[in-house]
């Protein structure tokens, strides 16, 4: 788990607590291939551990995304998955008929990040976003 042990480093570098059950969450995310909600952390978490409150997941996601080590996307349909930063910038497009995902590189967004900078001075999070519309099957 270097992933997650760096993680947990750094948390411990910044004056955080680090908990068992913080500890669990960090390593069911770095050991992870894909993208999670906090109920499958949290079915997770309980089987090693008796955590007795999904709060305590959703603690740990905030924190992770709110310091930058975890990605937090809104795939419709109130489902709100988190991956660790490692796992790449990309682009979910998301069917709103089927609700199909598709994965994109994020490399078609760089002339929109340019542009909003120019023009604004805003630097966009453009590495892990969620697009809505409709997949080429319901497009018929």
């Known amino acids: 788990m270097t992933n997650g042990n760096t993680i947990l480093d750094s948390l411990r570098q910044r004056g955080y607590r680090i908990t068992p059950q913080r500890e669990y969450v960090v390593d069911i995310m770095a050991n992870s291939r894909r993208h999670m909600s906090a109920e ?10 008796q955590v007795t409150n999904i709060s305590t997941v959703y603690r740990s996601l905030d924190l ?6 975890a990605l937090r996307n809104d795939l419709g ?4 998955v988190y991956s660790i930063k490692e796992h790449g910038p990309h682009i979910h497009l998301v069917c709103r008929n089927c609700n199909l995902v598709i994965e994109s590189k994020p490399d078609i967004l760089t ?21 809505f519309g409709l997949c080429a099957d319901c497009n018929q």
């Open 40 to 49: 499958e952390i949290f079915k997770i978490l309980q089987t090693r551990t």
């Open 64 to 69: 992770l995304w709110k310091e930058g080590f």
């Open 111 to 131: 002339s929109l990040y340019e542009e909003l900078n120019s023009e604004h001075g805003f630097k966009a999070d453009l590495e892990h976003i969620t697009i």
């Open 77 to 80: 349909e109130n489902t709100i």
